[in-house]
């Protein structure tokens, strides 16, 4: 079958190895891709919000299958487009993604059906928005409402630091139209822990959990990025705290949707924290995260068209997910700068070391061929760097290691990814 996948960063490259490794398998498409995917599938110059030109691509090439690996698409209701003309694809319809596109939507909806998650407030006035955080308790979260690249949360200690927060999001506009309206709510504290599923309308399958770590430097500091580097499993994620969400999160959020007419289908991404409550919902994403994807998917045994296609035709109570017994760790290799300014255009050597190692990975994200073939720097994020072991530590020793093999001018990594580890 033919396969094209929507989307150029590093959880695309992770998932084009994936359905590379199927048997079903004999060509893939990626569109935009970068220089990474380009060595397993042809990359197409149409962009991730050209949908006519992607539907028109895919009734050229006969697609069989189409993967939307990004949440613009998503939200801007791609799958709805390619539906209308009669191709099959993976991933949430428009009304359904909304679950991601509006932080107010998925607030509201956990409030109305009882899903745990942190007390909020929603605004689409700056000058209420500060009337109530006089009466605030500090430290609080803002939340930019719409898409924002995963940087659109404020973690503010201060009074004034919120106060500044809601210029930035509602009145600066730093997040674009993403800051139109806002979520206010309540600080948490506990350990993170990210938990993809799989959906098919009425059934969800749950992969293995992993970590994120979000800051741009080492010990947590500095500013909100799209992903440092991430770890799977997470030890914190206990047969304990599985039984919790089970019962009263993953299979709710699927029902509620059904419930609201938003059938559900694709990929939910639980963002949880561990507190002394109990688990409660941070975030939903409405596809598989980035960099989560990376260690996630080298650890699942499943042949992934086999599982996207049960949640395309509502079969997935029939399939058995199954992950290998052992860990990935996944250290993010970036331009230095991010997510700020920085330069790119600079040229990549070592990618040769990956080649035939089993257990190790080189995802690209911001990577691209310059005009001499070369690959170059093009991006915050560079290469996702992918090993595994038979245990965490043995896998962050590995990742660590493989890191090494790279070189690029501007190279910058935090040096504590999985640390939380040593203490668990």
Not at 281 to 295: C, I, M, S
């Amino acid at each position: 079958m033919k396969v094209l996948i929507v989307g150029g960063g590093g959880r695309e490259h992770a998932i084009a190895a994936s359905a590379a490794k199927s048997s079903r398998v004999d060509k893939i498409y990626c569109a935009p891709g970068n220089a990474g995917i380009g060595k397993i599938a042809e990359c197409v110059p149409i962009g991730a919000m050209e949908f006519d030109k992607l539907v028109s691509f895919a009734k050229e090439k006969e697609i069989d299958f189409t993967i939307i690996g990004m949440d613009d698409p998503l939200a801007g209701g791609i799958v709805d487009e390619f539906e209308k003309a009669g191709l099959k694809v993976f991933g949430p319809r428009k009304n359904a993604a909304i679950l991601e596109g509006s932080k107010a939507f998925s607030k509201d909806l956990m409030k109305k059906y009882n899903i745990p998650t942190a007390a909020y407030e929603t605004f689409d006035d700056p000058k209420e928005a500060l009337a109530y955080l006089e009466t605030a308790k500090m430290p609080i979260v803002l939340k930019a409402d719409g898409l924002a690249l995963g940087k659109g949360v404020l973690i503010c200690k201060t009074l004034e630091e919120a106060k500044a927060g809601v210029k930035e999001i509602m009145e600066d506009k730093k997040f674009g139209s993403a800051g139109n309206h806002m979520v206010v709510e309540e600080f948490m504290t506990g350990r993170e822990v990210s938990v993809l599923t799989f959906v098919d309308g009425k059934t969800i399958q749950i992969m293995s959990s992993a970590q994120d770590h979000k800051r741009a430097k080492d010990g947590d500091e500095g500013l909100n990025t799209g992903g440092m580097g991430t770890f799977s499993p997470s030890p914190f994620y206990t047969a304990e705290v599985d039984q919790f969400c089970r019962e009263h999160i993953y299979q709710k959020t699927v029902d509620a949707m059904a419930a609201e007419g938003r059938e559900y289908k694709g990929v939910i991404f639980f963002g949880l924290m561990l507190t002394e409550d109990g688990p409660k919902v941070l975030e939903y994403n409405a596809r598989f995260g980035d960099p989560e994807a990376q260690v996630v998917l080298p650890r699942m045994k499943n042949d992934i068209i086999d599982v996207m296609e049960a949640c395309v035709d509502g079969t997935l109570g029939k399939l058995n997910l199954e992950f290998e017994d052992n860990a990935a760790v996944c250290v993010v290799l970036a331009s230095d700068g991010y997510p700020l300014s920085y330069e790119k255009g600079f040229e990549i050597g070592g990618e040769e070391n990956f080649e035939g190692k089993d257990g190790y990975y080189c995802f690209h994200a911001g990577t691209k061929l310059n005009e001499n073939g070369k690959v170059v720097t093009n991006g915050g994020r560079v290469l996702g760097i992918t090993a595994k072991g038979k245990d965490l530590k043995e896998a962050r020793a590995n990742a660590y290691a493989a890191t090494e093999w790279i070189s690029f001018d501007n190279k910058y990594m935090r040096h504590d990814i999985g640390k939380a580890i040593d203490e668990a």
